[in-house]
């Protein structure tokens, strides 16, 4: 019986693959959009994309085109070909404002830009236009079935940012360039307000000012001291009670500034 049922599966795989080639040979093009539906259907879509690659000119302006290019959009999408999966739904939502599948091909061109952001370590030119197409959905759809997902993606799109800034401004202390981390921390608690990273972002803004001031030529030294020491004042006041992994920095930090700035205290 199994044997029987095994040589029946191979049988219907060679029939499906032959009709397959026969439609994509076939210069009907209603055999092939009959048979790439079918394909599409069943969850075959690079096969059922080869079809609609074939016939969509043809059916500009027919009735048929809508239902066509929805699949042939949809298809590049399950194929994880998020570069032409985005295109095509812009232009399904472009072309067919008024079907029932447009919030849904809008909504899937915005999250196939979402597919395509990397990795924060990577540039981020794709993130901002992926955050740029979600935001715009959001503010199309605002009472879309899609709107917590899309509001999820767009959440994690930021954070993503919030990342990337992060590492840069973490880099430039690394190297030594203090003066440059600090700036770009200032831009970073600027732009992110609600970051989770702000409070590792503030202590290393104080690093930064701190090692900065204590290798700092004597004429500008004092002043920046008493930058460092202000940052200092200000991370303490928010996060010294709930920092215990810190405490020995911020003591060696507090030590250290108030050693250097004693010099200063005794002259004036």
């Known amino acids: ?29 209603a055999t092939k959009f009959k048979m790439g539906e079918e394909l599409y259907n069943e969850g ?7 079809l609609f690659v074939q016939i969509v000119p043809n059916y500009r302006g027919k009735p048929q085109a809508e239902k066509l290019m929805y699949m042939y959009s949809k298809s590049f999408y399950e194929m994880k070909d998020y570069v032409l999966a985005g295109y095509q739904f812009e232009r399904f939502e472009q072309a067919y404002a008024n079907s029932e599948k447009v919030e849904e091909a809008a909504f899937l061109g915005a ?17 901002k236009e992926a955050l740029d197409k979600l935001q715009a ?84 030294k004092e002043e920046r001291l008493k930058t460092a020491e202000s940052y200092l004042s200000a991370y303490n006041a928010k996060y010294k009670d709930n920092d215990e992994e810190r405490v020995k920095d911020l003591e060696k930090i507090k030590e250290e500034l108030q050693e250097n700035l004693q010099q200063y205290n005794t002259k004036s």
């Open 111 to 127: 999250k196939s830009y979402y597919n395509l952001s990397p990795v924060f370590t990577k540039d981020q030119t794709d993130t």
């Open 137 to 220: 959905f959001i503010n199309k759809y605002p009472n879309s079935s899609y709107l917590a997902e899309a509001n999820q993606l767009v959440k994690e799109l930021d954070y993503k940012l919030e990342q990337k800034a992060f590492a840069i401004a973490k880099q430039y202390n690394h190297i030594s360039d203090y003066k440059s981390s600090i700036k770009a921390f200032d831009n970073f608690i600027v732009d992110f307000p609600g970051s989770s990273l702000r409070k590792d972002a503030l202590f290393h803004r104080l690093d930064a000012a701190y090692k900065l001031a204590i290798n700092s030529v004597e004429y500008k």
């Open 1 to 29: 019986m199994k044997k029987i049922l095994f040589i029946l599966a191979i049988v219907s795989v060679i029939s499906s693959c032959s009709d397959f080639q026969k439609a994509l040979k076939s210069e009907d093009i």
């Open 44 to 50: 075959k879509f690079s096969k059922a994309n080869k």
